[in-house]
């Protein structure tokens, strides 16, 4: 029977000695934080990838080391299942209690222990596929990584500096090859392959669209999105800013999709012409936000909730083109973040629901549909088909809007969201059917909205329930947030723990006069070009409310919280 390699792991292991004053969580996005901090995170990684792949019969891991929208000194780490979906929920308890160990015998007890406690075979063969993003610590972490890898002796490919959802991709790709279900050619080429030739299918026979400026947030999007560019030639031109890879400090600095959803307003290194559209990325290429000016110049922002709105509709336009309505069943997932607005537009023509925040959550929800749509607020999302959906569409008689759902299966990633993907989705449904920004925007208004980040000492002291809209922890804090919430007209606030930042998150939306007093055009505009005071002061007086409550400094204490 073969056995963990001891000596080699405890060897390795103390090459890289856990930092004592520091307790690792295994969260939404995986491990997330200093990047200089993470180097025993990395190699123990390693082994539990690897541990992961045995358990699954050798199945390919992948792991990502990005911070995706964090600040440039972040960094992280992710797993990546088979499909090139997220870790099963069940082994984030086991990466976090591996992080955690104290010392090289401790970890190596605790790798015993999840060998023995979730019956791996130590004899079968374990392969981990792993990619990182553009961060400075990035070159150290994948040293320490491959140090774990090395140490259980898990083959290993390296697939370079390139984006979250190519790597999501890689390890689908990787694990299908061969079968009914391949999604494709493994190998970066294979994705900009798919995903531009059924755009180009999708634009075929329409006026070519605008050039779209696509902001990359200095990151790893701008080298992949200027790889597109060979594939797309003259078909669509996509021009792009923000693409400094060699600037320290750069990444996410005042730009990107993150910027641009908790600021609401154009990176400052943008400038639109009346009429002119763009989009946002984010620091991994995951998250995708889009804007528009008006006739006016005036910024108006398109986040992941105009961006479902987009997609669903015209998905179900086309599943009932196809006469398949009775047989594909198209639903929608939000979380809380999700506009009031959106939620109720989407409500009245196909099922909604919400989970908590978090891609596995929306995912999983997702599959549950024949065809799932979920994108968050801050940009993150994608479309999944079900096999049997997609069959039916394959086998059922040939017809334009059918071709149209063949295609964007194709130009979709269904892994994860994928920002670049995401963005030829959306142009090519507005090439379908000659929508402006303008146009687009104009399918329901926005409550007015705002997301305040509150610094606190321990986030893990706050918890919520029904899918985090509502908070048990701290006691009494909810009841506080209720009452100041029913002075507002429309008003609606929650607190939940940030899953990526050691932060909590406060957001807030209320109604304007305007929309008071009757959703006319006029009202539409006036809700859409105007701050809110109301929502202001909501979301900056709970915000105040949580910083007070959780102890914080009044020293400290910002001075836009009321």
């Not at 026979?205 to 779209?212: A, E």
């Amino acid at each position: 029977m073969t056995m963990l390699p001891v000596k080699d792991l405890q060897e390795r292991s103390d090459r890289h000695p856990k930092p004592s004053d520091i307790k690792f969580q295994y969260g939404t996005a995986g491990f997330r934080t200093l990047g200089k901090t993470l180097d025993s995170v990395l190699f123990r990684v390693g082994v539990l990838a690897a541990l992961r792949s045995k358990k699954l019969d050798g199945k390919t891991i992948g792991v990502m080391v990005t911070a995706s929208h964090n600040p440039e000194p972040d960094n992280g780490v992710k797993l990546v299942d088979p499909r090139g979906e997220m870790l099963e929920s069940s082994w984030e308890a086991h990466a976090t209690a591996l992080a955690n160990a104290p010392n090289s015998v401790a970890f190596v007890a605790a790798v015993d222990e999840l060998v023995r406690a979730t019956k791996i075979d130590l004899s079968i063969p374990a392969r981990v596929v792993y990619a990182r993003d553009t961060r400075p610590t990035g070159p150290q972490l994948i040293a320490a990584l491959k140090d774990g890898l090395e140490a259980i002796k898990a083959e290993y490919r390296d697939a370079g500096v390139t984006t979250t959802p190519v790597l999501h991709y890689l390890v689908r790709t990787i694990n299908t090859k061969g079968t009914k279900d391949s999604y494709g050619k493994d190998t970066e080429e294979g994705y900009l392959t798919k995903l531009s030739d059924a755009f180009k299918k999708l634009l075929a026979g329409k006026p070519t669209p605008p050039p779209l400026l696509i902001d990359c947030a200095n990151g790893v999007g701008a080298l992949m999105a200027e790889r597109f560019k060979g594939y797309l030639g003259d078909i669509f031109i996509i021009n792009l800013v923000n693409a400094d890879l060699h600037t320290p400090g750069a990444l996410n600095n005042s730009c990107g999709a993150d910027f641009v959803k908790v600021n609401q307003k154009l990176p400052p290194s943008i400038t639109l012409q009346p009429g002119q559209r763009a989009c946002s990325l984010d620091g991994d290429a995951d998250r995708l936000m889009y804007y528009y000016a008006d006739e006016r110049g005036q910024f108006h922002m398109l986040d992941g909730d105009k961006i479902t709105t987009l997609v669903a509709s015209y998905i179900v336009e086309l599943v009932k083109a196809s006469g398949l309505d009775e047989q594909i069943k198209v639903g929608v997932i939000q979380t809380a973040y999700a506009n009031g607005s959106s939620t109720k537009y989407l409500s009245g023509r196909l099922p909604v629901k919400c989970v908590p925040t978090g891609v596995k959550h929306l995912h999983h929800a997702a599959e549950q549909y024949d065809v799932g749509v979920y994108f968050e607020a801050n940009g993150h999302g994608t479309v999944l088909f079900s096999p049997a959906a997609q069959e039916l569409i394959s086998s059922h008689k040939p017809s334009t809007p059918l071709t149209n759902l063949k295609n964007i299966i194709d130009v979709i990633n269904q892994t994860v969201g994928d920002a670049l993907s995401d963005a030829f989705l959306v142009e090519a449904i507005l090439a379908q059917k000659s929508f402006s920004g303008v146009e687009w925007d104009s399918l329901y208004c926005d409550l007015p909205n705002r997301l305040v980040k509150v610094v606190v000492s321990d986030r893990n002291a706050f918890k919520t329930e029904d899918a985090e809209r509502r908070l048990v922890s701290p006691p009494s804090l909810q009841a506080k947030v209720d009452e100041l919430v029913r002075k507002y007209e429309g008003g609606r606030s929650f607190v939940r723990p940030s899953g990526t930042e050691d932060v909590v998150r406060v957001y807030a939306e209320a109604a304007t006069r305007a929309e008071a007093d009757g959703d006319t055009a006029s009202s539409c505009s006036l809700i859409t070009h105007s701050l809110s005071l109301s929502r202001l002061e909501l979301a900056f007086r709970v915000a105040g409310l949580v910083y007070d409550e959780a102890g914080g400094d009044p020293s400290q204490r910002p001075k836009e919280f009321l």
